[in-house]
């Protein structure tokens, strides 16, 4: 395979502005489930690192926000661990959200369409506890922003999780990355969708994206303070990360 002329052509999806970027979501919402689901492990990562944010039990009388929710996956993980909680799913695509809503869903959850920077937390009822993002930062325009936008969203005191990629500082996850996206991901989506602009782009900007050191500087300079990075079990083992932060109880700087 010759990455060269392959690589030209994901960076043009790359340097796509968000607007194409949720565009090619709202394309990709109808078989996201379904691709999703030939991830191993997929759900219950997304769970591991939901029970990271180390609420309490049942998540009685919390805020949880879901941002970047999708179809509605990650909100499954959360409202399967805190299902006293209230949690908002939000996410820029309609796409996604409408097949999110379209699941049942008990009444403590809800479904807002919005991107992160137009975020505020008077818009989502009040500050929140906890603040989980899985797959999103990633493709935000502005990493740095999106990160304080989000860290402006909690109480002081308030929990962050970010579920992310990351492979820059290690060879091996960059190699078995884009093995697995070349040889399973890009040909499936292809098949699944009749298009491969997302799944190209998802390989590409996993590339370019932050290594685990990077992104838990930009979670410090944001305002986080007990900031670190845990492993997930698996093929994706040194490619996909749990990042945890922390609002100060004096709020975020």
């Known amino acids: 395979m010759r990455f060269d002329a392959w690589g030209i052509m994901a960076r043009s999806v790359l340097d796509m502005g968000a607007g194409a970027v949720t565009d090619e979501f709202d394309r990709a919402a109808a078989s996201y489930d379904a691709l999703v689901a030939a991830n191993p492990g997929y ?15 049942r998540g009685e009388g919390l805020l949880v926000l879901d941002l970047g929710c999708g179809t509605g996956a990650s909100t ?23 097949r999110a809503r379209a699941k049942k869903w008990k009444k403590n959850v809800h479904f807002v369409h919005a991107r992160v920077e137009e975020l505020s937390a008077d818009r989502l009822g009040g ?9 999103l930062v990633r493709n935000c325009p502005d990493t740095g922003a999106a990160l304080r936008r989000m ?42 969708t009749g298009r491969s602009d997302l799944y190209r782009y998802l390989w590409r900007s996993v590339l370019r994206f932050d290594g685990v050191r990077g992104l838990r500087r930009r979670m410090d300079r944001a305002g986080l303070e007990n900031v670190r990075a845990l492993p997930l079990p698996g093929w994706q083992r040194g490619i996909t990360h749990t990042f945890l932060g922390r609002v100060p109880a004096g709020g975020a700087s």
């Not at 759900?43 to 039990?57: E, Q, T």
């Open 127 to 135: 500050p929140a506890d906890a603040v989980f993002a899985a797959y």
């Open 151 to 192: 860290g402006g969203l909690l109480r002081p005191g308030g929990r962050m999780v970010l579920h992310e990629y990351s492979v820059a500082d290690s060879p091996l996850a960059r190699a078995v990355w884009t093995a697995v996206c070349w040889g399973i991901v890009i040909p499936l989506g292809r098949l699944v």
């Open 43 to 57: 759900h219950r990562h997304l769970r591991i690192s939901a029970r990271r944010l180390g609420l309490p039990r």
């Open 76 to 98: 499954a993980a959360l409202a399967r661990l805190f299902p006293r909680a209230r949690i908002i799913g939000v996410d820029a695509s309609e796409g996604m959200l409408s």
